[in-house]
T-cell receptor
Framework: EVVLTQSPGTLSLSPGERATLSCRAS???????LAWYQQRPDQPPRLLIF???SRAPGIPDRFSGSGSGTDFTLTISRLEAEDFGVYYC?????????FGQGTKLEIK | EVQLIQSGAEVKKPGESLKISCKAS????????IGWVRQMPGKGLEWMGI????????RYSPSFLGQVTISADKSVSTIYLQWSSLKASDTAMYYC??????????????WGQGTRVIVTS
């Protein structure tokens, strides 16, 4: 099973700042079969990024994904109040299609 | 619009059986993989398994194989998650989610609203 390790566990930032979230895989996720999701409190997760770097429809361009192999990054260029929540990465190359443990992005 | 509507919250006792549902609409139900994700209280997301309603091909995470059963009914465009004997540790929110494209190797989008299951004596 592919283990995804996200860092940091918690990120405290202010609106307008840049957020950088990391996701490291225990083995290569080739073909960039990696997605990022946002989960706000008491809501289901929402797809942000698929294919490591493609934004889902309706997702603002301040969200961007990058990386390949075992190291992936989600960047939010200028944080807005609505961006705070928990972010998860998921690989969908090797079944079971595991999730990372999440990074909580909180208001400083 | 693609929608996944899940059944309502459940409160059950240990040892009881349970079947929760996820009704799909707005797309060709038999041609997309769709699956279940568990979120225990205060915890992260866990991939449980997926099913292809066209032929009921099912894949389980080893962590959930033998613990739950995933099934589909094409006649009502609905998938199910079933337990034969609940444990307190099954207390969680359960989400259904459809794959984004017509392959198993795909992201989840969209997601259902979630079904809360509480198992308590």
């Amino acid at each position: 099973e592919v283990v995804l390790t996200q860092s940091p566990g918690t990120l405290s930032l202010s609106p307008g700042e840049r957020a950088t979230l990391s996701c490291r895989a225990s083995q290569s996720v080739s073909l960039s079969f990696l997605a990022w999701y946002q989960q706000r409190p008491d809501q289901p997760p929402r797809l942000l990024i698929f294919g490591a770097s493609s934004r889902a429809p309706g997702i603002p361009d301040r969200f961007s994904g990058s990386g390949s192999g075992t190291d992936f990054t989600l960047t939010i260029s200028r944080l807005e109040a609505e961006d705070f929540g928990v972010y998860y990465c998921q690989q969908y190359l090797h079944s079971p299609f595991s999730f990372g443990q999440g990074t909580k992005l909180e208001i400083k | 619009e693609v929608q996944l509507i899940q059944s309502g919250a459940e409160v059950k006792k240990p040892g009881e059986s349970l079947k929760i549902s996820c009704k799909a609409s707005g797309y060709s139900f038999t041609t997309y993989w769709i699956g279940w994700v568990r979120q225990m209280p205060g915890k992260g997301l866990e991939w449980m398994g997926i099913i292809y309603p066209g032929d009921s091909d099912t894949r389980y995470s080893p962590s959930f194989l033998g613990q739950v059963t995933i099934s589909a009914d094409k006649s009502v465009s609905t998938i199910y998650l079933q337990w034969s004997s609940l444990k307190a540790s099954d207390t969680a929110m359960y989400y259904c989610a459809r794959h984004g494209v017509h392959t198993a190797n795909s992201w989840f989008d969209p997601w259902g609203q979630g079904t809360r299951v509480i198992v308590t004596s």
